[in-house]
């Protein structure tokens, strides 16, 4: 979500007056919540055919196999949040 209202408000299909309050408050969730001290992005939904079913929900501590979805994702709203910022055109 965070991409897409990056991308959105960046495009001009979003209004930034809008929708900006909702992407700052998700990036910052990300960045703050998701992404841990170590490194390592938390609150990932693993893959398959359902949602997870061990014994509570994904957290920061609770390792997730994502096979790199959950950082690509991250990656991906990280590079529309600087292109934002920074009035680049970007390629995506």
């Given amino acids: 979500f965070t991409y897409g209202l990056a991308w959105g408000i960046r495009h001009g299909l979003l209004d930034g ?10 990036w910052n ?3 703050t919540v998701a992404l841990q ?4 992005l938390g609150y990932v939904q693993s893959t398959g055919d359902r ?7 994904l957290g920061p501590t609770k390792l997730a196999n994502f096979d790199d979805y959950g950082v690509g ?3 991906l709203a990280g590079s ?3 292109a934002l910022a920074t009035g680049r055109s970007g390629g995506h």
């Avoid at 949602?51 to 929900?57: A, I, Q």
């Fill in 17 to 26: 007056a809008t929708y900006g309050a909702a992407l700052n408050q998700a």
């Fill in 80 to 82: 529309e949040m600087y």
């Fill in 73 to 75: 994702a991250f990656l």
């Fill in 29 to 31: 969730g990300l960045i």
């Fill in 37 to 40: 001290p170590d490194g390592l």
């Fill in 51 to 57: 949602p997870c079913t061990d014994t509570g929900p």
